[in-house]
């Protein structure tokens, strides 16, 4: 991912207006570690079912306000984060939708999907797995996941954006 300002990620929320933009509190921007990221995401920590999402979508940052579904998955079942296709503890996937931008996402409209509770798919996915015969080598694997995830990333905020 390439590396942005709180100036560009404060401008690029298609489902925010203006001044709900400027309220957005920014993560550590400074301590990121750009290259290792297909997207970047965060929680309010003043309102915990809200959360950000920014991805680079054709040449231009965009900037997704998420809010996150009350109630998570049960204790004692697995769930799997559409983005990263992990599979994971239930109660660490949650519902996270968006608005849609303009009249629609004000009128209710909104695009969901199953997340990874702390938005760390780009992190989850960089763990390789132990070498295995007949299997393809771990650095490959790795690389199909930042591939997959990329596209989903891609795909979700297509489907925010655009009916």
Sequence with gaps: MQPLT???????????????????????????????????????ARAPRRAYLTVWQDDRPVSLVLRAAERSS?????????????PQPGAQVTLFTAPRPGDAGRNGDTVGMYICADLGCSAIIRIAPPP????????????????????RVHAFTEGVLHA
């Excluded at 933009?21 to 290792?36: S, T, Y």
């Excluded at 049960?74 to 992990?86: N, V």
């Design 6 to 44: 709180e100036a560009q990620i404060r401008s690029s929320f298609v489902n925010a207006t203006k001044s709900e933009a400027e309220r957005v509190p920014m993560p550590g921007l400074h301590e990121m570690v750009w290259e290792e990221r297909e997207y970047l995401g965060w929680h309010d």
């Design 74 to 86: 049960r204790r004692g079942i697995s769930a799997m984060c559409s983005l990263c296709q992990m």
């Design 132 to 151: 295995a015969p007949m299997q393809i080598p771990p650095e490959e694997i790795v690389q199909r996941r930042i591939e997959g995830l990329r596209s």
